[in-house]
């Protein structure tokens, strides 16, 4: 079992930037898992955001988000991260950490483990 705590939400401007944090327990489990940022905006379904092999040799991103987000791991601190920088207000949404096996579930949206969530609110 893994259990994954987001935090780093917030409410920020258009253009401003805000890095979020999933910390993972147990450790010796994270660094074996792929992980990953998915959200949800109201009203919408939960979308796939950014993924990371353990070993942070690959990376996915949704169209959406490419060139503006970086998510990146502290395989020491059992750490995720996503940095997120020129910020929209259609980036509000609700964050969620995740883990999964392999990438490709990550990316398919299927991992093993959800984190509770963290809200990111950008108003314009």
């Known amino acids: 079992q893994v259990q994954l705590v987001e935090s780093g939400g917030g409410l920020v401007q258009a253009g401003d930037s805000l890095r979020l944090s999933c910390t993972a327990s147990?450790?010796?489990?994270?660094?074996?898992?792929?992980m990953g940022w998915f959200r949800q905006a109201p009203g919408k379904e939960r979308e796939f955001v950014a993924g990371l092999t353990w070993g942070s040799t690959t990376s996915e991103y949704a169209a959406s988000v490419k060139g503006r987000f970086t998510i990146s791991r502290d395989n020491a601190k059992n750490m995720v991260f996503l940095q997120m920088n020129n910020l929209r207000p259609e980036d509000t949404a609700v964050y969620y950490c995740?883990?999964?096996?392999?990438?490709?579930?990550?990316?398919?949206?299927?991992?093993?483990?959800w984190g509770q969530g963290t809200q990111v609110t950008v108003s314009s």
């Open positions: 995740a883990a999964a096996e392999y990438l490709s579930r990550v990316y398919e949206g299927t991992p093993d483990y």
């Open positions: 147990p450790g010796r489990v994270f660094r074996m898992y792929a």
